[in-house]
């Protein structure tokens, strides 16, 4: 199993930002950002986990932000 991703420059290594910059949140198709170890939607602040460097953009798999 491989080890857990535990920094943001291990996670930039592996998450292109160009890449990054593709995606979109599927609930409200807001834009991306790297945040430590999952994706937060600008939009709507909802974060996405990355498991094994894939982002998970599944809504029912997000966790809300407290604004």
Known sequence: M???LN???E???VIDASIVE???CPVCLGS?????TKLVC???GR????????P???AERAASLDR
Do not use: K, N, W
């Open 42 to 44: 600008a939009g709507c």
């Open 47 to 54: 974060s996405y986990p990355i498991v094994d460097g894939i």
């Open 22 to 24: 593709q995606l979109a």
């Open 7 to 9: 920094s943001r420059s």
């Open 11 to 13: 996670l930039a290594s």
């Open 2 to 4: 491989p080890a857990p």
């Open 56 to 58: 998970v953009l599944i």
């Open 32 to 36: 991306l950002r790297v945040a430590e």
